[in-house]
C-alpha cells in the first residue's frame, strides 16, 4: 500500500465511469498549477473486477499521482471489510466511533455505484474528512481557479467547508469588522475570517476623525 506523508492532504475517488475519472485527473491537474496541495489514489471499487482492472490500464499511472497495483486496490477493500467487522464484533456502533462511521460512510458511498471522493488530511489527528459525490467534487473543482485566494488564506479543508456550508455566500465579502489598534496587533499575522459569509476578509486601515 502507499505511504502517505505527514499533514499531506489525501483524496480516495472511485468510479467505474472512464470519462468521468478522465474528466476528474484533468480538473485535478489543473488545479495543482495552481498551488492546491492534493494526493490522489484511485481505489476502483468493492468489487474490484475485470472493469477496474482495465480502467487502471487504459488511464495508466499518469493519470495517478500514487497508483496502487490491482492487488493493493483489492486488499484496500478486504481491509476496510474487516476493519469494519471487527468494530462492530466489539460493540462498537457508528455513533460512537468516529472510525467505524466514517467505515461505513465509505462502504456506504461505494455501494451506491456513483462516482465519490473522500478527503482527508494523511497522518493527521484532525477528524476533517469531507465526502463528495461526483459531479458534487467537479463543481467545487471548478470553482477552485475562482477561489484561489481562499484556498490560499484558508487552506483546502477551509475552502472545502466553505464550498459544503448551505449558507455559503458568493461573491466577494462586502461584509465589515472594525477592531482597535491593539486587537489589529494580535491579528495582524492571521487571516480574518467574515463571521456572515466565512470567507477571509481584506484589511484596511480605517482612521477616525
Not at 5 to 10: F, L, V, Y
Not at 18 to 47: C, H, P
Not at 146 to 156: D, Q
Request: net charge neutral.
Amino acid at each position: 500500500m502507499c505511504q502517505v506523508e505527514q499533514g499531506k492532504n489525501i483524496c480516495l475517488y472511485g468510479s467505474e465511469n472512464l470519462v468521468w475519472i478522465q474528466q476528474f485527473n484533468d480538473k485535478i491537474t489543473e488545479v495543482k498549477r495552481a498551488g492546491m496541495q492534493l494526493e490522489t489514489i484511485y481505489v476502483g471499487n468493492s468489487q474490484s473486477g475485470e472493469n477496474v482492472k482495465q480502467i487502471m490500464a487504459r488511464s495508466g499511472e499518469k493519470s495517478f499521482s500514487d497508483p496502487l497495483s490491482f492487488t493493493n486496490v483489492q486488499y484496500f477493500w478486504l481491509r476496510l471489510e474487516s476493519m469494519r467487522r471487527s468494530k462492530l464484533r466489539l460493540g462498537k456502533t457508528p455513533s460512537s466511533d468516529h472510525v467505524l462511521a466514517e467505515l461505513s460512510a465509505l462502504l456506504d458511498m461505494d455501494a451506491r455505484e456513483e462516482e465519490w471522493t473522500v478527503i482527508g488530511c494523511g497522518g493527521s489527528s484532525s477528524t476533517d474528512i469531507f465526502r463528495l459525490q461526483g459531479m458534487q467534487v467537479m463543481e467545487f473543482l471548478r470553482k477552485c481557479s475562482e477561489w484561489r485566494e481562499n484556498i490560499t488564506n484558508l487552506g483546502l479543508h477551509g475552502a472545502l467547508r466553505n464550498f459544503l456550508d448551505p449558507h455559503f455566500v458568493e461573491g466577494s465579502c462586502n461584509h465589515s469588522c472594525f477592531v482597535s489598534s491593539r486587537e489589529n496587533e494580535r491579528l495582524s499575522q492571521g487571516t480574518i475570517i467574515c463571521l456572515v459569509c466565512k470567507r477571509p476578509m481584506k484589511k484596511l486601515v480605517v482612521y477616525q476623525p
